[in-house]
């Protein structure tokens, strides 16, 4: 991924994409059981992560247009670590991230996945100017 440009034609750190967006990630996590990608939103106040949430939520025809798409929307989960999170995400099952033969499979689904959310931020991130 590293001499694919982003949508604006800059190089871009694929796997810790910035948002610009302080507790918004653009994540691609993958196991032995499943793959996501998904866009998590941690900030640790709860209203706030709400607010951001409803903006995204705003913005959902953009993204399921721009990803070709309908996501998963989460308001409030909790990672392994007791954090409150939100997010907005796709899943792959069964994959095996340490089974070679399944690489291919986790490469057409990230690779498409995080350009489509890259070329979905370059538009949406200035919805979000009022919240920094």
Do not use: C
């Not at 190089?11 to 996590?29: A, D, E, S």
Request: hydrophobic share 40%; aromatic share 14%; charged share 25%.
């Amino acid at each position: 991924m590293q001499p694919v440009p982003s949508a604006e034609g800059v190089p871009t750190n694929w796997i810790n994409y910035k948002t610009g967006l302080k507790h918004v990630y653009f994540r691609m996590q993958a196991d032995n059981r499943h793959a996501t990608i998904g866009i998590e939103l941690t900030h640790p106040d709860a209203g706030i992560r709400e607010l951001f949430f409803e903006q995204f939520q705003q913005l959902r025809n953009m993204l399921n247009e721009t990803t070709d798409e309908a996501w998963v929307w989460e308001a409030d989960g909790v990672d392994a670590n007791g954090q409150p999170y939100s997010r907005i995400y796709q899943e792959l099952r069964p994959i095996n991230l340490f089974n070679r033969e399944d690489w291919p499979q986790l490469i057409s689904f990230f690779k498409p996945r995080i350009m489509a959310l890259d070329e979905f931020w370059s538009s949406a991130q200035y919805a979000f100017d009022e919240l920094r």
